[in-house]
C-alpha cells in the first residue's frame, strides 16, 4: 500500500512536473504562433495556473482576455459529462467592426494550405472525444461601433460548454449555452440607449464526417428566447450594412452558365445544407418597442420545430428537372402557440399550430401544411409605424436587390409532386387607417395536389374549404361564431359553406404529339354568399393597391399568352348549391339574388350553365342584422323568379342556347328600378375602383373605340381585318310572366308560354305560341302564334316595292311578324287609358333616367330604319258588355218564351178541363179545378226557375259588346331614302296637306316618320252585341299609299308634368310630357269588293256605351280647354286623301226599335262606287240603288235608282280662324294657362274648334255614260207608310244612356252630329227622272212621273231652342228652309192601273195601263227665306213680288176622265182607308167624349177681333172697277134693313157693288199680313174633261193663273187667340172648248191639246196663214185647232179642231181660314184683349162674323155658247167626273144611318163604347195576323229562290196566299165597321152635347162657316148641232149664292139675282123675249130675285127645313115653241 501511495505521488509529481513544463511550453508557443499568424500579443498572468490571459490585436484594437482556465475531471465533478474537461472562468471579447474587415484575411489564405494537416486518427479522435470537454462560465463580447462609432454590442453568456463525441466516421460536436443575454447600445442624449436586447438559452450539435470533414447534421436547440428590439435599431446603419457586406459579385461564367441551363433556385443551397438539420425553439418571446411612441409590439411562441433529413445512400429522385436530380429527403417544421400582442395587449396574431413537411423519395416529391387556428387582427393604426419603421430598411434593399436581379427562366420539375395542405379555424382582421375594417375567415382548408410525370404531364389536385368568410364593415373584427344556418349577416362580403375543388391537367410530351392539352374540373360550392357594397369595394380596393398594380400587368400577361397557346382540351363540372348574392347601400338598403342550384358543364367543345331556383328580391330597409336565407320559391315578393336556367354556348359554331323553365316571374315598379338601379351603379362604381386600383394607366374604353388612338407602324397600311363571326344565339322560356306596376294600383302583366329565339348569323327569329298582356289583373291582349323574324333581306318585300317607282332604295332590312291569332279584351268600364298613360310616363322617365346622357346621332345619318311585314291571320278587339245587362236580356227572353209555354200548358189544362166536365158533368168538384190551376201555376213558377238556373249551362253567356275582328291582314310598310329623315318628312307633310297654312318658322319635330303602305284584309268584321247584322262588313280590302306621322315639340308651355311616386329616398319624380298630338297624314288608294254598313236609331243605347268604353282608352288631353268633338279631332289628326274603289256598297239603315231585327231596314246600294276623300269634301261616283227591304211582299223595292251618280259633299267648318290652320294649335298645360276674361273659359282651340258646318249634298245624274238606265223612282203607299215609321225611328230621341250620380257618369253629354250643321244644301242635276208610285200590288194602282231634265237646289238652317224650365233638358232642334229651288222641263203624270189583281207571285202586272194626268213643258219651284229689314221695306214701297213659297208652271196639260177618276178615287179610297184605320186604331180615337152631363161644358164666346197694331196697308189685286172699301159691319146693314122696312123690295147702296160687300174679299184684303207664303203661277195651263156617257170632251184652259197664300197676324177673336190665313187664285184669260163631234183620235187614246197661241193672252194677230184665216178669232162659238203631239206643230199633224164654248173671262176665288196653331214668337207679340167694365151688350150679327172661315167665288163676265150635244157632254161631265159619287159611299151612308139609329135605341155610353173597344181589338188582331202571314210568305219566298220547284213550298205558298186575302178582306169590312161605328159615336155624343146647348142663350151661337158664289154678267147661248145657229140666249146678272154654317149645326141658304133674261133665236119665233123681271131693275139696286133658307141639323138623319123666304119680280113672258118641243133651259 505504500508502495502503491508512493508510486502514485512519483507519479503525480512527474505528472505536475510535466504539466508545468507543458503549460510553459504551450504559453510560449501559442505566444509565438500569435505573434506570427495573428500579429496578436497573447499574455498569460500566472506562472502555474492559467490566469489572467489577455490576446490584444494591436493592429484592430481587439483584446480577448480569459480571467482563468483550468482541467476538470468527472471525477472532480460530477455536472462534467467527460474525465477530462477544459474549464474557463470569465471571458471577455472586445472588438471594432469598422476595422475587423482584415481580421478573417489569415484565416482564409491558411484554410486551404494546411487542410491536409488537420486529419486525425478517428481511434485517437475517438478517444478524445470520449475523453474531453471544454466548459466556460461566463462569456462577454462588447463589439464596437456596430452601426455608428456611438454604438456598442454587448453579448454575455454564462455557462456554456462544447462537448464532442465520434464513432469512428463521425465527429459529433455539442456546444450548450445555458444563457445568452446580447444588447445592442447607442451612445447619446436621448433616452432610448438600447437599440436590441437578446436573450436566450442554446444548444447546438453538429455532427461532422471525419472523411470528409464535411457537416452532415445539425441540432439546434433554443429555450426561452426573449428578444427585444427598440426603434433607434431600425433607424441606424446597422441593418443597412449587412447586406451590403455580404453581397458578393457574381462571376460572369456562371451568369453564362445560369443563361444556358435555368436551375431551380435553392437547389444549389438544399444541396449544400448538411444530411439533417433540427431546430427547436421554446417559449419564444419577441418584443418591437418603440419609445419616442411609447409602443411596442409582443411575439410569443411556445414552440417552433425544424427537421431536415437527406439520405445519400437512398436511390435519388431521378430526373427532378431536366438535368438534375434530387436525393430522398424529408423537411419538418411545426409552430405551436404563437401570440403577437400590441401595447394595450390586443392580439395580433394568434397561432395554435402550423406543421409543414416536404419529402422526397426515389418516386416523388410530397409536401404537406398543416394549420390549425390562426387568429389575425391587424390594426393599422397600431401597425402603421412599425410597417412605416420596417419599409425604411427595406426600400433600400429590395432597390439594391432589384437592380442586381434579372429576369429568370425556371426549369421544367419532371418529377412526380405531391402537395397537402390542411389549415382550419383561421381569422384575419384588418383596420386600416383609410378604410374600414374587414376579416376573413374560415374553419378549415384542405389542398391535395399532385404532379405526376408517367407519360404525359399530368397534375391534378383536391382543394376544400369549410364554411369561408369575409366580413367588411365596423364590427368585423370583433371575432364571431359562425352565422346561424340559412341566414346572412350584415357585412359577411364572401360565405362560403363548403367549397370542393377537383381537377387535373394533362399534358402530353414530345414535340410530335398531336394531342392536346386535357383540362378536368370538378367543382362543389354549397352555401355562397356574396355581398357587394361601397364598404367592400374600398377594402379590396385597399388590398388591391397594397398588393401593387403589376398583378394586373401579370394577368394580362397570361390571358395573352393563354390564348397565344395552343388548342386545350378542358372540362369544367360546377356546382353551386344555395347560393345568395347581395348588394349593400346605406342609401337603398339592398338587394338579394338566390341560386339554389348553378351547375356549370363546359368543355373545350361545349360549355353549360344550369341554374335552378333564381330569386331577385329587394330589402328596401336594412333594420334587422341578418337576412334570411330561404329557397327560392319561400322568398316573399321577388322582383325575378326563374325555377330553370340553362346555357349552352358551343365554341366550334359560335352557338348560345339559352332555356328557361317554367314559372319565369318578373315584378317590376319604378321605386324597384330605382333601387335596382342604385344597386348597380354601386356595382358599377365598385367595379370601376378596382380596375382603376388594378389598372390605373388603362385607357378609358371610350378612347379605345376611337379610330385615332389606334397605333399603326408608320409606313405599314392597316391590314383589313376578317369580319367576325357573329354569335348564333337560340333562346327558349317555357312560360314567363312580366308584371310592372306603373303606378301604385296600376300595372300591366305579359305572360308567355313556350318561347323560343334564335339568331343566326345576320337573321333573328323568334316564336311564341302564346302570349298575353294584362293590364290591372284584366286580360286585355291575347296573341297565339306569335313569330317574329329580322332578315337582311326578303325577296316578297322586292316584290312589294315593285308598285312603288318612286322608292330609291331597293334592298332593306326586313322585319317580318307573323301572328296566327290576336285578341283584345277590354272589360266593361275599365279606364285603360290611365294605366296606359302611366306606363308612358314610366317609359319617358325611363328613357330620360337612362339615356339623357347618350349622344343621339341624327335622325338623317342614322340608318334606313328596316322594312316591316306583318302577318295576322285572325285579329279580335272586344269591348266586354255589362253582365247585369246581359242577364237582364237573357231574362226577359227566357220570360217570353216561358209565357208562351206557360200558355200552351195552361190551354192543354183547359181541354182536360173541359173533357172532365164532358165526362162527370155536374159532379166535377170546383175545388178539384182550383187545384188543377194552382198546381199548374206553381208548376210553371218551378219550371221558370230551374230554366234560369241552367240558362247558362250548355250555351255560355255572352259577354261581347263590341266586337271587331279581322281575317287575312297582310300589312307592308316600306322605308326608303327618299323620305328618310326631318327634312324629308316635312317635305312630304307639305305634298300630302296643301291646304294648311306651314309655319314660316318651320316646325319642330320629336316623332317623325314616313312609310310606304301596302296592306290587305280578306274580312273587316265589326258586330255589336250578338246582333244579327254586322255594323261594318269589308271583304277583301287592299290598300296601298302614304302615311306620314308627326309629332310637333311642344312649347314650354305645352308640355305638362307627370308626377312619379318613387317613395323614399328619392320622393316625387316629375316628368315631361309632350301635350301636341301626333298626327297622320296620308294618300291612300284603296280597293274593296264588299263594304256593309248597318246602322240604326236602336242601336244608340249600345253606341252610346261603346263610346263610353272608347273614351276610357284615351286618357283626355291635360289642357283644361272642352274636348274637341270627334269630327274636330279628326281634322287635326288626319289629313290627306283618301281613294277607295268599291265594287259594291251597301248601307242598311235599321228601321225598327228592336235591334235583333233583319228585315226592316233601307238599303243604299253603290255599284262600281268610286270615293275620294279629300279634306272638307267627299266625292262619291258610282250607280246608287235605295231599296227598302221588309219582310213582306215588297221587299226589295227599289224605291231610288240613281245610275252614274256623283254626289259631292262640301264640307265647310264655320270657325273663328282658319279651319286648316291645324299647326296654330297650341295646347297649354294647367299651369301655364293665360287669363281670360271673368267668366270665359279658357280654349286653346277656340281659333280651330268649329262653332257650326255647312253641308253642301250634289247629286249630279248629268255624267255622260254608254249606259241607257234612268234614274228612277219606285213607291208603294206601304213604302211610303213605312218611311213615315221609319222617319219616326230615326227622328226620336234617345234617352241617356248610363249617366247621372248612380252610374257616377257626370259628364256633358257630347253633341251629335245633326245639332252641329247650321246650313244645309242639297243640289240634284238630273237630264231625265222617271217616278212610280203604287198603291199596292193587290190594286195595283198607281202613278208615273216622268221629268226629261231637272235641277233641284234647296238650302236649310238648323236653330237649336233651349227648352223652358229649371231641368236640364235636350235643345230642340228646330230646321227651316231658307231657300228652294226647282227646275223641271217636260213633266208628265200618268195614271196606271191594271185589269188583273194580285197574283201569287208578288209581281206587277207587266199588262198595265197608262193613262195621261198631267204634263207640263217646265216648273220651277222657289222657296225663301223670311223676309229682313230690307226686303220689308221694299214691300212697303209696293213690291208684292216677294214671297216665302213661288211655283211657276208653264204649259200645264192635265186631263180627266173616267179612267183617271176610277184610278184617283181609288188611290184616294186606299189612302183614306189607310188613314182612317190608323186614326181608329190609335189611343186618341175615343178620348174626349166623355161629356158629363151634370157639368155642361161652355164654349168660348165669340167677339169681333180687338185692334191690333198692324202694318202698313198692303196692295191686293182689285178684280172690279170700284175702290176697295172694308166691310161696313154686322150693325151697318141691320141699321139698313130697319130703314127700308117698308119696302118691298130690297136695295142696296149705289156707290158699293156687291163684290165690295163679299166677306171673303174684305177678309183677304185686310192689311194684317206679316207673311206672304205661296206664290203659284201657271201659264198657258189647260185641262181636257171627257165624260163617261158622251163621246167628245171639254177644254179648260186659262192663259195665266196665280194662287196666292197670306199669313195673317194673329188676333184675339173673343177670348180666343187664333190664325188666321188667306188664299186667293187669279185666273186671267180662262176659255172653254168642247169638241163638236168624235174623231178618230179619241178612239186612238190620243189626246187633243190647244196649241199655246189659243191660250195665251190675246194679242194682234197677223193673219198670214191660210189656217189663222178660216178660225173665227178670240169670239165664243168659234173653232181653234188643236194637236196631240204638244212638241210639234199642228200643221204636222192631223189637225182637228174644237170649238170655244166660253170665251176669255176671269175668275177670283177667296178663301180665309183660322186656325189655333199659332206660332210662339208670335204670340207673345200680341196683347191680350182688353175687358170693359160696363160692356155693352153686343148685337147678334157681329157675333156671327167672328173668325169665321170663309170661301168667295167670283166671276165678272161670262159668254157661254153650247149645242145639245156639248150641253149632254157638259152634263155628264159635272155628273160623273165632278159630282160622281161611288155606289159604295151610299151602302156605306144607309150602314151608317143604320148604326146611328142603332145608338140611338141604346143610350148606354159605356156599352157603347165597349163594343167600340172589343172592335178595335179584333181589327188590330186581323192586322197583326196579316203581318205574321206576309213574313211567313217572305220566308216562303226567300226558299223558293233556293229551291224553285219545291211543291210543298209552293202549296204553302198558296194557301198563304188565300189565307192572307180573306184576312185582307175581314179587316175591310171589320175596319169600315169600326169606322162607322166610331163616327156615329162621336156624332151621337154630339147630339147629346147639343140638345143641351140648345137650352143655352141665343148668343151663344155663332158662324163657323162661309160660302159665297158670284157672277157680275153671265150670258148663255144655246146652238144647233152644229154651233152656229142659235136657239136661245140666257142673260144673268149680279148672281150671288151665300151658305152660312152656324156652330148649333144649322145653316142659311141665300142666292140674289139682280137681273136676267132669256131670248128666243129661232128664225120664226113670235116671242123673242122668252123670260124676264116686270120691271126693269137698276143696276146695282134692285133684286130681280131672292131666296133665303134656313136649316135646322137633322134629326134621325133627316133635314129640317126651318125657315124658307122667296121673292121674286118675274114679268110676263111670250113662247115661240112649245118647251116639248125646244128645249129652252136644261
Not at 312589294?800 to 279584351?825: D, K
Not at 331614302?977 to 318628312?985: D, I, K, L, Q, W
Not at 228652294?1380 to 209581281?1403: F, G, R
Request: with cysteine; proline share 5%.
Amino acid at each position: 500500500m505504500p508502495l502503491f501511495f508512493s508510486a502514485l505521488l512519483a507519479l503525480m509529481f512527474v505528472a505536475l512536473s510535466a504539466l508545468f513544463l507543458g503549460r510553459w511550453l504551450v504559453v510560449r508557443l501559442a505566444t509565438k504562433w500569435c505573434q506570427r499568424k495573428l500579429q496578436a500579443e497573447l499574455k498569460i498572468g500566472s506562472l502555474f495556473w492559467i490566469q489572467n490571459v489577455s490576446l490584444k490585436f494591436q493592429q484592430h484594437q481587439q483584446t480577448v482576455e480569459i480571467d482563468s482556465v483550468w482541467i476538470s475531471s468527472k471525477l472532480l465533478s460530477h455536472d462534467l459529462p467527460h474525465y477530462v474537461a477544459l474549464c474557463f472562468g470569465e471571458v471577455r471579447i472586445r472588438t471594432d467592426l469598422q476595422k475587423v474587415s482584415g481580421l478573417f484575411a489569415p484565416f482564409s489564405q491558411s484554410t486551404g494550405v494546411h487542410q491536409k494537416e488537420l486529419s486525425f486518427s478517428p481511434s485517437l479522435l475517438k478517444i478524445f472525444c470520449q475523453l474531453f470537454s471544454i466548459h466556460v462560465d461566463s462569456i462577454n463580447i462588447m463589439v464596437l461601433k456596430v452601426a455608428t462609432s456611438e454604438s456598442l454590442w454587448h453579448i454575455q453568456i454564462r455557462d456554456s460548454s462544447f462537448l464532442l463525441d465520434s464513432d469512428g466516421k463521425r465527429l459529433k460536436c455539442e456546444v450548450s449555452l445555458s444563457q445568452i443575454n446580447s444588447k445592442v447600445l447607442k451612445s447619446g442624449h436621448l433616452e432610448d440607449t438600447c437599440l436590441a436586447e437578446l436573450s436566450l438559452a442554446l444548444k447546438l450539435c453538429l455532427e461532422v464526417g471525419i472523411r470528409s470533414w464535411q457537416l452532415k447534421a445539425i441540432t439546434v436547440d433554443v429555450w426561452t428566447l426573449h428578444a427585444e428590439l427598440h426603434e433607434g435599431l431600425f433607424h441606424s446603419q446597422l441593418l443597412r450594412q449587412g447586406p451590403g457586406v455580404a453581397s458578393k459579385p457574381v462571376p460572369c461564367s456562371e451568369v453564362k452558365e445560369n443563361l444556358a441551363e435555368p436551375t431551380l433556385p435553392g437547389l444549389y443551397l438544399l444541396q449544400q445544407l448538411p444530411d439533417q438539420i433540427k431546430v427547436k425553439m421554446e417559449i419564444t418571446s419577441v418584443v418591437l418597442s418603440m419609445n419616442s411612441q411609447k409602443r411596442h409590439l409582443s411575439w410569443t411562441l411556445k414552440l417552433l420545430h425544424f427537421l431536415y433529413h437527406r439520405d445519400e445512400d437512398q436511390l435519388p429522385l431521378r430526373s427532378f428537372t431536366a438535368n438534375s436530380d434530387m436525393a430522398q429527403m424529408s423537411t419538418e417544421l411545426l409552430l405551436k402557440d404563437g401570440l403577437l400582442l400590441s401595447q394595450s395587449r390586443q392580439r395580433i396574431v394568434c397561432l395554435n399550430s402550423l406543421k409543414a413537411s416536404v419529402q422526397v423519395t426515389t418516386i416523388d416529391l410530397a409536401a404537406s401544411l398543416v394549420l390549425n387556428t390562426c387568429i389575425i387582427h391587424y390594426r393599422h393604426l397600431e401597425f402603421s409605424h412599425w410597417l412605416h419603421m420596417l419599409a425604411l430598411e427595406t426600400q433600400e434593399s429590395s432597390s439594391s436587390v432589384l437592380k442586381q436581379t434579372k429576369k429568370r427562366t425556371f426549369p421544367q420539375i419532371l418529377a412526380p409532386i405531391i402537395f397537402s395542405t390542411s389549415i382550419s379555424n383561421v381569422n384575419v382582421s384588418i383596420q386600416l387607417g383609410d378604410t374600414p375594417p374587414f376579416a376573413l375567415g374560415f374553419n378549415s382548408i384542405s389542398l391535395d395536389y399532385q404532379h405526376l410525370r408517367p407519360q404525359s404531364i399530368h397534375q391534378r389536385g383536391v382543394l376544400t374549404v369549410d364554411h369561408l368568410c369575409w366580413r367588411v364593415g365596423s364590427d368585423s373584427h370583433i371575432q364571431r361564431a359562425p352565422h346561424p344556418p340559412n341566414m346572412h349577416v350584415w357585412g359577411e362580403a364572401l360565405v362560403l359553406d363548403s367549397f370542393t375543388l377537383q381537377g387535373s391537367y394533362n399534358q402530353p410530351l414530345g414535340l410530335s404529339s398531336t394531342q392536346s392539352d386535357t383540362l378536368f374540373l370538378d367543382c362543389a360550392i354549397r352555401g355562397l354568399q356574396v355581398e357587394v357594397s361601397d364598404t367592400c369595394a374600398q377594402c379590396l380596393s385597399r388590398i388591391l393597391s397594397l398588393m401593387g398594380p403589376q398583378s394586373g400587368k401579370s394577368a394580362v400577361s397570361r390571358e395573352s399568352s393563354f390564348g397565344e397557346s395552343v388548342s386545350l382540351l378542358w372540362k369544367v363540372d360546377l356546382k353551386v348549391e344555395d347560393m345568395n348574392l347581395f348588394t349593400l347601400s346605406a342609401l337603398v338598403g339592398a338587394s338579394e339574388i338566390r341560386l339554389d342550384t348553378l351547375t356549370i358543364l363546359g368543355s373545350a367543345e361545349t360549355s353549360t350553365v344550369g341554374v335552378q331556383g333564381l330569386v331577385l328580391a329587394l330589402v328596401k330597409s336594412v333594420t334587422e342584422k341578418m337576412q334570411p336565407c330561404c329557397k327560392a320559391p319561400d322568398i316573399p315578393t321577388p322582383v325575378l323568379s326563374l325555377s330553370m336556367l340553362s346555357i349552352t354556348y358551343h365554341s366550334s359554331i359560335r352557338s348560345l342556347e339559352v332555356q328557361c323553365g317554367a314559372g319565369m316571374t318578373l315584378l317590376w315598379s319604378p321605386p324597384d328600378h330605382m333601387y335596382l338601379y342604385q344597386h348597380i351603379l354601386a356595382t358599377v362604381q365598385c367595379q370601376d375602383l378596382l380596375r382603376a386600383t388594378l389598372f390605373p394607366e388603362t385607357v378609358p374604353l371610350v378612347a379605345l373605340e376611337t379610330p385615332e388612338t389606334a397605333c399603326e407602324p408608320e409606313g405599314c397600311p392597316p391590314e383589313s381585318s376578317p369580319p367576325r363571326r357573329l354569335l348564333n344565339l337560340t333562346l327558349e322560356v317555357s312560360t314567363a310572366k312580366l308584371t310592372a306596376f306603373v303606378a301604385e294600383d296600376r300595372f300591366i302583366t305579359l305572360a308567355a308560354e313556350s318561347v323560343s329565339l334564335s339568331r343566326h348569323g345576320g337573321s333573328l327569329q323568334a316564336y311564341c305560341p302564346e302570349l298575353a298582356a294584362g293590364f290591372d289583373g284584366n286580360s286585355i291582349f291575347n296573341f297565339k302564334e306569335v313569330e317574329v323574324q329580322l332578315l337582311p333581306e326578303l325577296e316578297e318585300m322586292i316584290l312589294h316595292r315593285n308598285p312603288f317607282p318612286l322608292l330609291q332604295t331597293l334592298r332593306n332590312r326586313v322585319w317580318l311578324l307573323s301572328l296566327g291569332s290576336v285578341s283584345v279584351e277590354f272589360p266593361y268600364q275599365y279606364d285603360f287609358s290611365r294605366t296606359l298613360d302611366e306606363a308612358v310616363g314610366v317609359q319617358k322617365w325611363l328613357k330620360g333616367l337612362h339615356g339623357g346622357t347618350r349622344s343621339q346621332a341624327s335622325p338623317s345619318s342614322a340608318h334606313l330604319p328596316p322594312d316591316l311585314l306583318l302577318k295576322v291571320q285572325h285579329f279580335s278587339w272586344v269591348f266586354l258588355d255589362d253582365i247585369f245587362e246581359v242577364k237582364l236580356r237573357d231574362n226577359y227572353e227566357l220570360m217570353k218564351d216561358e209565357s208562351k209555354e206557360s200558355a200552351k200548358r195552361l190551354q192543354l189544362l183547359d181541354a182536360k178541363v173541359a173533357a172532365l166536365r164532358k165526362q162527370h158533368g155536374e159532379l166535377l168538384p170546383a175545388r178539384k179545378i182550383e187545384e188543377l190551376y194552382a198546381s199548374l201555376e206553381h208548376k210553371n213558377i218551378e219550371i221558370y226557375i230551374q230554366r234560369s238556373r241552367r240558362l247558362y249551362g250548355n250555351t255560355p253567356m255572352r259577354r261581347a259588346l263590341l266586337t271587331w275582328s279581322l281575317a287575312g291582314l297582310e300589312l307592308v310598310a316600306l322605308a326608303d331614302a327618299s323620305f328618310h329623315g326631318p327634312e324629308r318628312v316635312v317635305e312630304q307633310v307639305r305634298e300630302l296637306d296643301p291646304s294648311s297654312p306651314f309655319p314660316a318658322e318651320g316646325v319642330d319635330l320629336v316623332i317623325q316618320w314616313c312609310r310606304m303602305l301596302k296592306c290587305s284584309v280578306k274580312t273587316f268584321l265589326v258586330r255589336i252585341r250578338d246582333y244579327p247584322r254586322y255594323l261594318f262588313e269589308i271583304r277583301d280590302w287592299r290598300l296601298m299609299g302614304r302615311l306620314v306621322g308627326t309629332e310637333q315639340s311642344g312649347q314650354p308651355c305645352s308640355r305638362r308634368r307627370q308626377i312619379l311616386h318613387l317613395g323614399l329616398p328619392w320622393g316625387n319624380v316629375a316628368v315631361e310630357r309632350n301635350m301636341p298630338p301626333l298626327k297622320f297624314y296620308h294618300d291612300f288608294h284603296s280597293e274593296i269588293f264588299q263594304y256593309t254598313v248597318v246602322w240604326g236609331p236602336c242601336w244608340d243605347p249600345a253606341w252610346t256605351l261603346i263610346g263610353q268604353s272608347v273614351d276610357l282608352l284615351t286618357k283626355p288631353s291635360a289642357d283644361p280647354s272642352p274636348s274637341l268633338p270627334w269630327w274636330d279631332k279628326s281634322r287635326l289628326l288626319l289629313h290627306g286623301d283618301w281613294h277607295m274603289d268599291i265594287e259594291q256598297a251597301n248601307l242598311h239603315q235599321l228601321a225598327t226599335e228592336d235591334p235583333y231585327n233583319t228585315t226592316e231596314n233601307m238599303h243604299w246600294e253603290w255599284n262600281h262606287l268610286s270615293f275620294h276623300w279629300k279634306p272638307g269634301q267627299f266625292v262619291f261616283k258610282g250607280d246608287l240603288d235605295v231599296n227598302v227591304r221588309t219582310a213582306s211582299k215588297y221587299d226589295d223595292c227599289c224605291f231610288l235608282h240613281l245610275p252614274d251618280l256623283c254626289m259631292t259633299l262640301d264640307l265647310q267648318w264655320l270657325c273663328h280662324g282658319n279651319p286648316h290652320d291645324h299647326h296654330g294649335v297650341t295646347l297649354r298645360a294647367p299651369e301655364f294657362l293665360p287669363e281670360v276674361p271673368l267668366g270665359q273659359l279658357h280654349d286653346s282651340y277656340r281659333a280651330f274648334r268649329s262653332e257650326n258646318l255647312n253641308l253642301s249634298i250634289k247629286m249630279d245624274l248629268t255624267r255622260h255614260s254608254g249606259t241607257i238606265s234612268q234614274p228612277r223612282i219606285l213607291l208603294y203607299s206601304s213604302t211610303l207608310r213605312w218611311m213615315q215609321n221609319f222617319w219616326a225611328t230615326w227622328t226620336s230621341v234617345t234617352r241617356p244612356i248610363c249617366r247621372g250620380k248612380l252610374f257616377n257618369n257626370l259628364k256633358p253629354s257630347k253633341k251629335k252630329l245633326g245639332q252641329h250643321y247650321k246650313q244645309l244644301s242639297y243640289t240634284a242635276l238630273f237630264p231625265q227622272l222617271q217616278v212610280h208610285y203604287w198603291a199596292s200590288f193587290a190594286q195595283q194602282r198607281g202613278i208615273q212621273i216622268e221629268c226629261s231634265q231637272g235641277h233641284v237646289f234647296t238650302r236649310g238652317t238648323q236653330r237649336l231652342i233651349p227648352q223652358a224650365g229649371t231641368v236640364m233638358r235636350r235643345l230642340i232642334s228646330d230646321w227651316s228652309v231658307t231657300q228652294m229651288v226647282s227646275d223641271l222641263s217636260q213633266v208628265t203624270v200618268y195614271l196606271m192601273a191594271s185589269p188583273t189583281e194580285e197574283n201569287a207571285d208578288h209581281c206587277l202586272d207587266p199588262l198595265v195601263t197608262k193613262t195621261h194626268l198631267l204634263s207640263l213643258s217646265s216648273l220651277t219651284y222657289q222657296r225663301h227665306s223670311n223676309r229682313t229689314a230690307e226686303e220689308e221695306l221694299s214691300t212697303q214701297v209696293g213690291d208684292p213680288a216677294f214671297h216665302t213659297h213661288q211655283l211657276h208652271l208653264v204649259d200645264l196639260r192635265a186631263s180627266w176622265t173616267t179612267t183617271n177618276r176610277d184610278i184617283a178615287f181609288g188611290l184616294y179610297d186606299g189612302y183614306k182607308k189607310a188613314a182612317v184605320l190608323k186614326r181608329n186604331l190609335s189611343t186618341e180615337a175615343l178620348k174626349g167624349l166623355k161629356i158629363d152631363p151634370q157639368m155642361p161644358a161652355k164654349k168660348p164666346k165669340q167677339s169681333v177681333p180687338t185692334s191690333v197694331p198692324a202694318p202698313p196697308p198692303v196692295n191686293t189685286p182689285s178684280f172690279s172697277g170700284q175702290p176697295d172699301k172694308a166691310s161696313s159691319g154686322g150693325a151697318y146693314m141691320l141699321q139698313k134693313l130697319i130703314e127700308e122696312t117698308d119696302r118691298f123690295v130690297v136695295f142696296t147702296e149705289e156707290e158699293s157693288g156687291v163684290s165690295d160687300q163679299l166677306c171673303g174679299i174684305a177678309a183677304c184684303q185686310t192689311d194684317d199680313i206679316y207673311n206672304r207664303n205661296c206664290l203659284i203661277e201657271l201659264v198657258n195651263c189647260q185641262m181636257v174633261l171627257r165624260g163617261a156617257e158622251t163621246e167628245g170632251c171639254v177644254i179648260v184652259s186659262a192663259a195665266k193663273a196665280q194662287l196666292l197664300q197670306c199669313q195673317h197676324h194673329p188676333a184675339w177673336y173673343g177670348d180666343t187667340l187664333k190664325q188666321k190665313t188667306s188664299w186667293t187664285c187669279l185666273l186671267d184669260g180662262m176659255q172653254y172648248f168642247a169638241t163638236t163631234e168624235s174623231s178618230p183620235t179619241e178612239q186612238d187614246g190620243r189626246q187633243l191639246w190647244l196649241e199655246v197661241k189659243n191660250i195665251e193672252e190675246h194679242r194682234q194677230r197677223s193673219l198670214d196663214s191660210v189656217q189663222e184665216l178660216m178660225e173665227s178669232g178670240q169670239a165664243v162659238g168659234g173653232m181653234v185647232t188643236t194637236t196631240t203631239d204638244w212638241n210639234q206643230p199642228a200643221e204636222a199633224q192631223q189637225a182637228q179642231q174644237v170649238q170655244r164654248i166660253i170665251s176669255r173671262c176671269s175668275c177670283r176665288m177667296y178663301y180665309i181660314s183660322y186656325s189655333h196653331d199659332i206660332d210662339p214668337e208670335l204670340a207673345t207679340q200680341i196683347k191680350p184683349p182688353e175687358v170693359h167694365e160696363n160692356q155693352e151688350k153686343e148685337d147678334l150679327l157681329k157675333k156671327q162674323e167672328g173668325a169665321v172661315d170663309t170661301f168667295t167665288l167670283i166671276h165678272h163676265e161670262l159668254e157661254i155658247s153650247t149645242n145639245p150635244a156639248q150641253y149632254a157632254m157638259i152634263l155628264d161631265i159635272v155628273n160623273n167626273l165632278l159630282l160622281h159619287v161611288e155606289p159604295k159611299r151610299k151602302e156605306h151612308s144607309e150602314k151608317k144611318q143604320r148604326v146611328r139609329f142603332q145608338l140611338e135605341i141604346s143610350s148606354n155610353p159605356e156599352e157603347q163604347r165597349s163594343s167600340i173597344l172589343h172592335l178595335q181589338e179584333a181589327v188590330r188582331q186581323h192586322v197583326a195576323q196579316i203581318r205574321q202571314l206576309e213574313k211567313q210568305m217572305y220566308s216562303i219566298m226567300k226558299s223558293l229562290q233556293d229551291d224553285s220547284k219545291n211543291e210543298n213550298l209552293l202549296d204553302l205558298n198558296q194557301k198563304l196566299q188565300l189565307q192572307l186575302n180573306q184576312e185582307k178582306a175581314n179587316l175591310q169590312l171589320e175596319s169600315e165597321e169600326l169606322n162607322i161605328l166610331i163616327r156615329c159615336f162621336k156624332d151621337f155624343q154630339l147630339q147629346q152635347a147639343n140638345k143641351m146647348e140648345l137650352r143655352k142663350q141665343q148668343e151663344d151661337v155663332s158662324v163657323v162657316r162661309r160660302t159665297e158664289f158670284y157672277f157680275a154678267q153671265a150670258r148663255w147661248r144655246l146652238t144647233e148641232e152644229d154651233g152656229q145657229l142659235g136657239i136661245a140666249e140666257l142673260e144673268l146678272q149680279r148672281f150671288l149664292y151665300s151658305k152660312v154654317n152656324k156652330s148649333d149645326d144649322t145653316a142659311e141658304h141665300l142666292l140674289e139675282l139682280g137681273w136676267f133674261t132669256m131670248n128666243n133665236l129661232l128664225p120664226n119665233a113670235v116671242y123673242k123675249v122668252v123670260l124676264r123681271p116686270q120691271s126693269s131693275c137698276q143696276s146695282g139696286r134692285q133684286l130681280a130675285l131672292r131666296l133665303f133658307s134656313k136649316v135646322r141639323p137633322p134629326v134621325g138623319g133627316i133635314s129640317v127645313k126651318e125657315h124658307f123666304e122667296p121673292f121674286s119680280s118675274l114679268g110676263k113672258c111670250g113662247a115661240s115653241h112649245h118647251p116639248a118641243d125646244t128645249p129652252v133651259l136644261p
